[in-house]
């Protein structure tokens, strides 16, 4: 920092704008900011420029403004960004929908503007490893949004002691039981009963309100002893009571970093399928390339106190913090080649192809 080539910006100083005058001394190096000693004002270094109150590293910046000084078209970045988003999908199909015992599953749903109306966007999180299990659109909120995330949930949960907490939508309680089912097969003619997992249990947290503010919090049990839940409860969280405070944190992240979901904005989203798209993309960068504070844990060798870890990294789908170049170059392989259907007897080449590569 030189504070001999900065000028004070304070309209209302008599030295300002005049450089080289000993009246700019430097205020703080970390937060690059100078104080004038006419004025007694401070100010930052970037006040006057055209990164003033951009808070985004400025390597960022100008990388971005660069690309548009280039040519790049807005339209090529949405273009982007939607392959990206449907990279993101495919990835999370591959790598987290994965049956794992979950423990404890939270979910919440956002209500978002778009310039054609009103959709709802439902989200499920693995408590104990914070991972985004996934997120579902829809234009109403109603059972078929729930039925939907929670199939998904499903996807990626090991028939294990699960325990599933939501808020007081009274749609829940129908859709978890009817995703959580297996067929009970006795030997009889026909369509197999589905029964219920015996370990699934399920909680909901009721907010009381009055006049826009919270006054209670009603904690209901639906499903399971209240033994079995707080057992639950604290191997997945390691204390406190039942709550959706990991979803709700969740969601405050999702809206910081995605701006289609902020309460009040004019980034509106104009089709559901680009909202679908940037949640999936946001959804994985999240999981694989984002150090979790709370996942941290303590190193037992020299040097750093602490190892971050990702959401991925604490599930055990990987051993490394992600970057997205390694992201955005993962390939997701193809599912298992299955041999075409013909008439009549296999051929000994198709019965060879299907020896080697379908067992």
């Known amino acids: 920092m030189n504070p001999q080539s900065q000028f004070c910006p304070n309209s209302a100083c008599p030295a300002r704008g005049q450089v080289g005058q ?69 990835m999370h199909e591959y790598l987290v929908q994965v049956p794992r015992d979950l423990g404890q599953v939270q979910a919440d749903e956002l209500r978002v503007k778009t310039q054609r109306g009103i959709v ?10 914070r991972l985004w299990l996934g997120g579902v659109l829809s234009a109403r909120r109603d059972y078929t949004l729930v039925k939907t995330l929670m199939q998904k949930v499903r996807a990626c949960a090991l028939r294990a002691p699960l325990l599933v907490c939501t808020d007081g939508f009274s749609a829940y309680a129908r859709a978890i039981r009817a995703a959580f089912r297996d067929p009970l097969r006795r030997g009889h003619i026909g369509r197999p009963r589905l029964r219920v997992w015996e370990q699934l249990f399920i909680a909901q947290v009721v907010k009381q309100y009055a006049q826009r503010h919270v006054v209670g919090i009603l904690r209901r049990i639906v499903q399971g002893s209240a033994a079995q839940i707080d057992a639950l409860v604290q191997h997945s969280q390691g204390g406190g009571s039942i709550n959706t405070a990991y979803i709700e944190r ?27 798209h940037a949640l999936y993309w946001m959804g994985t960068v999240y999981n694989f390339c984002t150090d979790h ?5 303590r190193h037992t060798g020299r040097g750093l106190k602490w190892l971050s870890r990702t959401p991925a990294m604490a599930a055990g789908l ?16 193809l599912p298992r080649w299955s041999p075409p259907k013909r008439r009549g007897r296999p051929s000994a080449r198709t019965k060879q192809l299907i020896a080697q590569w379908c067992t």
């Open 250 to 276: 969740l969601n405050a992240t999702f809206r910081a970093r995605l701006t289609t979901l902020v309460r009040r904005t004019r980034a509106l989203a104009r089709h559901t399928a680009t909202l679908v």
């Open 22 to 90: 000993d009246n700019i001394v430097v205020h703080s190096r970390k937060g690059q900011r100078y104080t004038c000693k006419q004025c007694g004002k401070t100010f930052s270094a970037r006040t006057g420029t055209a990164v003033y109150r951009v808070h985004k590293p400025l390597a960022m910046v100008v990388q971005v403004l660069t690309l548009l000084a280039y040519g790049l078209d807005e339209r090529t970045v949405s273009s982007w960004h939607q392959r990206a988003g449907q990279h993101g999908e495919r």
């Open 293 to 297: 504070p709370s996942l941290r844990v």
């Open 318 to 333: 990987t051993d490394h913090r992600w970057t997205i170049t390694e992201l955005l170059l993962f390939r997701v392989p």
């Open 120 to 129: 709802w966007v439902a989200m499920a999180l693995q408590v104990s490893t």
